[in-house]
């Protein structure tokens, strides 16, 4: 069982990588982009939290639902022992539901593209300010 764990998680971390090695159509910029479109009515720039999503800065590396000014659901509680790296981030922006079922997030479909550039704009443009 452990063993099976242990594969499927290097499976998954495997094609994440690929993933995000073949999408150079959708640059970070286009990420940029798609986050301004799409995540923006929920989630804001900065360090603040909204009443409608938790702060974006500083996501990547951050444990899941650890922000201690928003109300995260249950369902993302129960998973505050994991990490938002490329392949959390990845599973969860595929099917927030099905990543968190009970999650209070609700996305529209993203292409492979669409959330390997969302994942690239996140590592780079949501880091902490220094």
Do not use: N
């Not at 499976?11 to 982009?33: D, V």
């Not at 923006?40 to 201690?68: I, K, Y």
């Not at 099905?98 to 969302?118: D, H, V």
């Amino acid at each position: 069982m452990l063993l099976r764990a242990a594969v499927t998680g290097l499976l998954l971390s495997l094609a994440t990588a690929a993933l995000l090695a073949s999408a150079p159509a959708m640059s970070q910029s286009g990420g940029a982009a798609i986050l301004r479109q799409r995540c923006a009515g929920c989630h804001v720039d900065g360090s603040e939290s909204s009443p409608t999503g938790p702060a974006l800065q500083g996501v990547f590396g951050r444990r899941v639902a650890s922000l201690p000014d928003f109300d995260y659901s249950p369902a993302l509680k129960a998973k505050a022992d994991r990490r938002w790296t490329a392949s959390e981030l990845d599973a969860f922006l595929t099917d927030p539901g099905r990543y968190a079922p009970g999650t209070a997030m609700t996305a529209q479909p993203l292409s492979p593209a669409e959330r390997a550039a969302i994942i690239g704009a996140l590592r780079v443009e949501t880091q902490p300010a220094k």
